[in-house]
């Protein structure tokens, strides 16, 4: 099995090729402003997707963005090396995203107003698609099998460490109105209505037909093809899509192809004794 040199910052693993400690120092010294919106994620949850919903939200439904500008600059992320490089050519109100878990969130995004979405989804799913998305980039450990890289996962020895340990960090009732939580599986049954609910939240007062419009240009289908948001730019060396596409399947349930009996069984084990005092609602069962 080939392993990678990570990064370690503050108990994560971090891949080289897209952090350093520059980066990472520079995110906690980043100046958050008021108008700035973060799509909050967990790996494998929805990042890219909400990368390319955000700027259209923001703007009326404008495509230039994301016909035009690859999506780790046009919606980058907090922790990358990416943004020191693209911060100003950032138009008000900016879009960004993060992995990070709440407690590494710099100073500045405390003392502001800036919104969030965090975006969840089945841990089971989040797990098959870092799976694939192991095999495909070269920056990241070979995951071994299935069985191996779920005990990995489940010990939370993967980027940003464990699943739970990361939704439960952004469960904070002091942000109150700035957070906005959804899921992925929401956004794959009715992505208009996932939209609405966003314009709402963003103060975009975007009409039916622009909605329209963009549910359209974030479909998979259309993602897929946009070599600005499939990760086509990117050297077959860091990413390879015969292996893997990175838009892969875009679907709930795919775990169902995956987990035997007995996997799915000791996964549900550890996430439901992991949240077992959380209050908060699963929109999935976990069995
Ligand atoms: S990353 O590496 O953390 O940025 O990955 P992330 O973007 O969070 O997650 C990748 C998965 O999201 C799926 N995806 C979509 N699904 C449905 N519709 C759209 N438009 C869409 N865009 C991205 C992508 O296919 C990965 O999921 P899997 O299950 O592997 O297909």
């Not at 404008?62 to 992320?77: A, K």
């Not at 922790?79 to 990070?100: G, I, M, N, Y």
């Not at 929401?186 to 039916?208: C, H, I, K, T, Y």
């Not at 892969?248 to 996964?267: C, I, P, T």
Request: hydrophobic share 40%.
């Amino acid at each position: 099995m080939s392993s990678c040199e990570y990064i370690q910052y503050r108990g994560i693993d971090l891949p080289p090729v897209a952090h350093s400690m520059e980066s990472l120092e520079y995110a906690q010294n980043f100046s958050v402003e008021d108008t700035d919106v973060f799509a909050v994620t967990y790996p494998k949850s929805g990042t890219i997707w909400m990368q390319e919903i955000l700027p259209l939200v923001l703007n009326g439904g404008d495509l230039t963005p994301i016909h035009t500008i690859p999506n780790w600059d046009r919606v980058p992320w907090l922790e990358e090396k990416r943004l020191a490089v693209v911060v100003d050519q950032l138009t008000s109100p900016r879009a960004l995203v993060t992995h990070f878990p709440y407690h590494l969130m710099p100073p500045s995004f405390h003392a502001s107003k800036a919104k969030v979405v965090y975006v969840m989804r089945n841990p089971k799913d989040v797990m098959v698609s870092s799976y694939y998305f192991h095999q495909m980039a070269g920056f990241l450990d070979d995951p071994g099998t299935f069985d191996e890289f779920m005990a990995k996962f489940l010990e939370g020895k993967v980027l940003f460490g464990k699943w739970t340990d990361h939704v439960k960090s952004w469960r904070r009732t002091e942000l109150g109105d700035r957070i906005m939580y959804i899921t992925y599986e929401e956004m794959v049954q009715d992505l208009p209505a996932a939209l609405r609910s966003l314009s709402d939240f963003l103060g975009s007062n975007l009409s039916e037909e622009v909605i329209q419009k963009i549910a359209e240009h974030c479909s998979f289908k259309t993602m897929k093809v946009n070599s600005m948001s499939n990760f086509s730019l990117v050297p077959k060396v860091l990413m390879d899509s015969d292996k893997s596409p990175f838009l892969r399947k875009g679907v709930v349930g795919d775990w169902k192809n995956h987990f035997s009996s007995e996997q799915l069984a000791r996964f549900t084990s550890v996430i439901r004794q992991e949240l077992e005092n959380e209050s908060f609602p699963l929109p999935w069962s976990l069995d």
